[in-house]
């Protein structure tokens, strides 16, 4: 059975106005190649003009002889080997190359390509193909060869997986060619049963589609899910088969009238741009028709705009915003802000009177490559960049490793067992949409959906994120288990402590691999140390000081504090003068009194919230002002978050300031943030500024104030 027999994402013979969705390189339109005639030495056979004609288009400089002497190998070597389908063998690796030419693999890519089964399935070894193709082809074929070894399902050996994965991961063509070898399996896959269609089809949704996104290739992500889709929802596939179907014989196309529209405008603006209508795949109709219920025309497909330079886009955005109604909250900018798989693009959308809307993409010609082909697009990485790509990936510093790929690299060097790796990788995998936080600084963190700020900290510092007390989004303090929205600005607040360290709750706010990670390897090195502690005794997790028991210090009795007469000069002979408890004044504060039951005259600080309510009460003011003592009991509240160590340290930060605690409340800590009320004596009210700025400077202190108890 042919491959385009067995390809059940293609939606049938559909002719006439059904040919305008056939926008971009249709990568279906070789299932299975030509069968093959007798190869020669002097020229290139024919089986393979196919490839020729694709790879020519993106590099017409190519040298084609080692395309030849390659499927010359591939071919002799495969001879009499057939494939379930009934084709001769050498028809996988053919189709496997044309997939990767036509996304603009470069040549080595291809000539590996070709090769990729032979070590595996036939008698040609790993130094043959290292003799005859160089070093270089060799390691590719070997990545590809271990890849085949692994089994990605559920019951997947982690041990395997990490060193197969880890292969492929240090030459990124190697993934390139594994994916295209997954897409050309599932066009064929309907010779095999339903129930091994089914086992595939779950494991190239799970694993293989997911890398696809990471690694930008598009073009391959899209019709995977499209031929899962088939497999595993027959039904729901059909019915939105029906509807590409019977939306292409319309007689009319709302799209194809707003895209002149766009046309238009663009000429009339003389901005030179191409604008196609780019079809939306299967699964991404499904989903519109889920999300909206009723289908529009224009639903089917979205506006594409190509220009030559980043400028253009800005250029082409406001012009359509100008003269066309743009559904503002469409607009995306992911040309400022990229995609963590190299992704650029400006998304907007325009409204006609009708209700029609249509979404439109503006990109340049380079940024489409990208899009569509990811990683592929990017070349050899090992040879010297041209100035086309050193524009376009100019912050790519590492060819090899890009974005996600390069910390999938990461995580498996501080993964403390393979079964953590592998199951966290699982957990990032299934991760599907992504935000982007800003740094104070002006740089930008990659997250996915629902990460937390303890997310953010290990991912702008790796471990040093240990000594992460907390963070300020939008300016605001916020705990670590805080969940960030795109868009957010993220300060994380770091401690100065070397003995910092994680708690074992943040495992529970961990969303992305670099936190979890780092995390289980601490907890796993330290395992008596705070990460042990589960904080099922609120006290157990209060700040101590060293040598003494965690039970938090008790609240005095007397929290407003009687001073002595002679502090304060009071009009009325014979009063008892006491300092609100509410305010705590002290020299050189501007006061007020007022007399209460017993002959008693309260000072307050005249900014005091019950100065008002009093005088609004009917209560009488009664002048009061400092006398010439400068010694002063003050009341302070001090908000931290929870550290090892910590009220050692600010007991000692007062001390050299001179103050004398009277008395101390360490109130039990909420979600890793602790209260501290101290009332202290100090010999002059002018250190207490000096004081207060020495305990704001004491690590994991976020907040130091004067008491404003308004029930005291």
Same mark, same amino acid.
């Given at each position: 059975m042919s491959a385009e027999a067995t390809n059940p994402a293609t939606p049938g013979p559909v002719t006439g106005p059904a040919a305008r969705w056939r926008a971009r390189i249709d990568l279906r339109r070789l299932g299975r190649a030509a069968l093959l005639g007798p190869a020669t030495r002097d020229r290139l056979p024919s089986a393979i003009s196919h490839v020729v004609d694709a790879h020519r288009a993106h590099y017409p400089g190519a040298d084609l002889e080692i395309l030849r002497r390659a499927y010359v190998l591939a071919e002799s070597s495969h001879r009499g080997q057939m494939r379930k389908s009934g084709e001769p063998y050498i028809t996988h690796p053919l189709a496997v190359t044309l997939i990767l030419a036509e996304l603009g693999a470069e040549t080595t890519t291809l000539t590996a390509s070709l090769l990729h089964d032979t070590v595996e399935d036939t008698d040609v070894t790993l130094d043959q193909v290292g003799e005859e193709f160089g070093a270089e082809v060799s390691y590719l074929v070997d990545g590809v060869t271990k890849l085949e070894k692994v089994d990605y399902g559920a019951a997947a050996e982690p041990e395997t997986f990490r060193k197969m994965l880890v292969a492929s991961g240090r030459d990124v063509r190697v993934m390139s060619i594994k994916l295209a070898d997954r897409l050309h399996n599932m066009r064929t896959l309907g010779v095999m049963r339903p129930e091994k269609q089914a086992r595939i089809a779950k494991v190239t949704r799970d694993v293989l589609i997911p890398l696809a996104e990471r690694l930008g290739v598009q073009a391959l992500k899209t019709e995977l899910e499209d031929l899962v889709f088939a497999i595993l929802h !027959?039904?729901?596939?059909? +019915?939105?088969?029906?509807?590409?179907?019977?939306?292409?014989? %319309?007689?009319?196309? !709302?799209?194809?009238?707003i895209a002149d529209e766009v046309r238009t405008v663009l000429r009339d603006a003389d901005i030179p741009a191409?604008?196609?209508?780019? !079809?939306? +795949?299967?699964?991404s109709v499904h989903r519109v028709a889920r999300k909206r219920g009723q289908l529009r025309g224009s639903d089917f497909g979205r506006l594409l705009v190509l220009v030559n330079e980043d400028a253009d886009c800005y250029g082409v955005l406001g012009e359509l915003h100008t003269c066309m109604t743009p559904v503002v909250s469409e607009f995306k900018d992911f040309i400022a802000v990229p995609k963590f798989n190299l992704y650029q693009s400006l998304h907007t959308a325009v409204a006609r009177a009708d209700g029609q809307v249509a979404e439109v993409l503006i990109r340049t010609h380079q940024m489409h490559k990208v899009a569509e082909a990811g990683v592929i697009a990017l070349g050899n990485p090992y040879a010297p960049p041209s100035e086309e790509q050193s524009a376009a990936d100019g912050e790519r510093v590492d060819p090899t490793r890009p974005g996600w790929l390069s910390r999938l690299l990461d995580w498996q060097e501080a993964a403390p067992d393979p079964d953590t790796f592998w199951s966290t990788l699982r957990e990032d995998l299934?991760?599907?949409?992504?935000?982007?936080?800003? %740094?104070?600084? /002006? /740089?930008?963190?990659?997250?996915?959906?629902?990460?937390?700020?303890?997310?953010?900290?290990?991912?702008?510092? /790796?471990?040093?994120? +240990?000594?992460?007390?907390?963070? %300020?989004?939008?300016?605001?303090?916020?705990?670590?288990?805080?969940?960030?929205?795109?868009?957010?600005t993220v300060q994380l607040l770091m401690g100065q402590d070397p003995a910092s360290e994680p708690s074992r709750e943040w495992l529970e706010h961990a969303h992305t691999p670099a936190a979890r990670i780092a995390i289980q390897r601490w907890l796993a090195a330290h395992p008596t140390q705070g990460g042990e502690r589960e904080g099922a005794e609120a006290q157990e997790d209060s700040p101590t000081i060293e040598g003494q028991t965690s039970t938090p210090l008790r609240p005095s009795a007397e929290m407003s504090t009687t001073r002595p007469a002679n502090d304060v000069i009071v009009d009325q002979p014979g009063a008892t003068v006491r300092l609100a408890g509410c305010c705590t004044p002290v020299p050189p504060d501007e006061v007020t009194g007022f007399a209460v039951r017993g002959g008693v005259v309260t000072v307050h600080r005249v900014e005091c919230a019950a100065v008002e309510r009093m005088k609004s009460g009917g209560r009488a003011e009664v002048d009061v002002r400092w006398g010439d003592t400068t010694e002063c009991r003050v009341t302070l509240l001090a908000e931290s978050f929870v550290r090892p160590h910590l009220l050692a340290d600010l007991t000692e930060a007062m001390a050299l300031e001179g103050a004398e605690i009277v008395s101390a409340t360490v109130e039990p800590p909420t979600q890793q943030r602790v209260r501290h009320t101290y009332t202290l004596q100090l010999p002059d009210a002018a250190h207490l500024p000096a004081l207060m700025r020495a305990m704001r400077n004491v690590p994991g202190v976020y907040d130091v104030s004067r008491a404003q108890t308004p029930g005291a």
């Open positions: !027959p039904e729901e596939y059909e +019915h939105t088969r029906e509807l590409i179907v019977d939306n292409a014989s %319309r007689p009319d196309d !709302p799209l194809a009238d191409e604008v196609v209508i780019r !079809p939306r +795949h299967f699964v299934a991760q599907d949409r992504e935000i982007t936080v800003f %740094r104070p600084d /002006g /740089g930008t963190l990659g997250l996915p959906e629902g990460a937390t700020c303890v997310d953010a900290a290990y991912a702008q510092y /790796g471990e040093d994120a +240990h000594a992460c007390i907390g963070a %300020r989004v939008n300016g605001r303090l916020a705990t670590l288990s805080t969940v960030l929205r795109d868009g957010d």
